[in-house]
């Protein structure tokens, strides 16, 4: 087994943030907006290079601003920007942006789609700009395109994701039940540096990382990301592995969110016990045609709805049009999303998404189906577009995996 921790810390090179906050601040420039406030964990790991509890001020020109509530010291060895100041409340921040900028921003952004109302309400109290807007969309386009080093995080995210399914097949056996087998590979990448704490921008999404459906659990749709999400264990957990047992001769869908250094892997592969059904395994096989299919029609340029009309169109072809995303009346809308330091990032291969893919866009791609109380089928790998179509991240294989 390979070790993928090691001793040395994680640290964010000084380069990647100075891209990250110009690259922020031309976006900034570009909707008319003079500073922006980031709060939300994530965002703060990206352009300060710490998600100690904190605020990061970035101005559209200028050095940024990074105040932490705690742990300073942390901080302070994370990230590589010059203005880190230590401070006991928000109330502080204000202050310290008039001293150091003269002047206080007259448009100021925040991250309006994760900041609750409430703490909102109170930052207009407390900052006298004139013009409160939504700073969102600029974060999120920034972040939409990934550097070569954070292709490499991936791709570190990608081999422990690989070992974790090669562990898989040596595990998988009758009367296990889903949740027993989840919880045996999700040790096993926990040994090898799974942080198990999926990232999820969205408040009413869960990030777990335990997607196990075998049978005609996944035929029983579901609401999260997955168009087959599962029974779960419970009313009050109705997603992910369940407490059915795993039986040979039937499909095994097995969808692996994964994080390392909080960059994050999202893969599905078919499993079966001896042997798969016919119908299951004919099913499993179109989906990987389409996905293959897709790969080949990446390239800059081509929207994300483009795309995902293609992958609809060969699902019919393939005579699986009454499957493809869902049952009919239950179908998702999407067959693919960005990853990142999130789980689910911006773009969205979907019908009405116009997003054009650009160079550096990292893509998780899921063409999945699912027969009503029968069964689920699919493969999800992650692909990075490149300058001339589509190049893997994924490094387990694109193939149905008998037991």
């Not at 040790?187 to 990030?207: I, K």
């Amino acid at each position: 087994m390979t070790e993928l921790t090691g001793e040395k810390p994680f640290i964010i090179p000084s380069e990647e943030i100075t891209r990250r906050i110009l690259n922020a601040q031309k976006a900034l420039k570009q909707s008319r907006i003079d500073g922006l406030i980031i709060a939300q964990r994530v965002d703060l790991l990206y352009f300060s290079g710490t998600a100690q509890n904190g605020f990061l001020f970035l101005p559209s020109e200028g050095e940024p601003l990074l105040f932490i509530k705690r742990y300073l010291p942390r901080a302070q060895e994370e990230s590589p920007l010059k203005n880190i100041i230590g401070i006991d409340s928000i109330r502080d921040v204000p202050g310290h942006i008039i001293d150091f900028y003269g002047r206080f921003p007259d448009v100021l952004a925040f991250e309006f789609d994760v900041l609750p109302v409430k703490t909102f309400n109170f930052y207009r109290t407390l900052f006298p700009s004139k013009e409160f807007v939504d700073g969102s969309p600029s974060i999120l386009a920034v972040r939409m395109v990934k550097s070569s080093w954070e292709i490499e995080q991936m791709e570190r995210t990608a081999e422990m994701s690989r070992q974790t399914f090669e562990y898989m097949k040596t595990i998988i056996r009758p009367g296990l039940t889903e949740m027993e087998f989840a919880g045996m590979y999700e040790t096993f990448a926990r040994r090898l540096g799974h942080g198990a704490g999926l990232r999820v921008r969205d408040y009413l999404t869960e990030g777990y990382p335990w997607h196990v459906l075998s049978g005609v659990s996944g035929g029983l749709v579901g609401l999260l990301d997955s168009p087959a999400s599962g029974e779960g264990t419970s009313v009050a957990f109705p997603c992910g592995a369940g407490n059915k047992l795993l039986a040979p001769n039937e499909p095994v869908m097995v969808d692996l969110g994964s994080v390392l250094n909080g960059y994050h892997m999202d893969e599905t592969r078919m499993f079966a016990i001896g042997s798969m059904p016919d119908k299951a395994l004919k099913a499993s096989r179109a989906a990987i045609q389409i996905h293959d299919s897709v790969l080949e029609k990446v390239k800059p340029g081509i929207t994300t709805g483009e795309l995902f009309i293609y992958a609809e169109s060969l699902a019919e072809s393939l005579g699986y049009a009454e499957y493809f995303l869902g049952p009919p009346g239950d179908k998702v809308s999407f067959i693919g999303h960005g990853i990142g330091l999130e789980l689910i990032e911006q773009p969205v291969i979907a019908r009405d998404r116009k997003e054009h893919l650009q160079t550096g866009m990292v893509i998780a791609l899921e063409p999945k189906m699912v027969f009503r109380n029968e069964f689920a089928a699919g493969i999800e790998s992650v692909f990075v577009v490149t300058e001339t179509g589509a190049r893997l991240i994924s490094r387990v294989p694109a193939e149905i995996f008998i037991c």
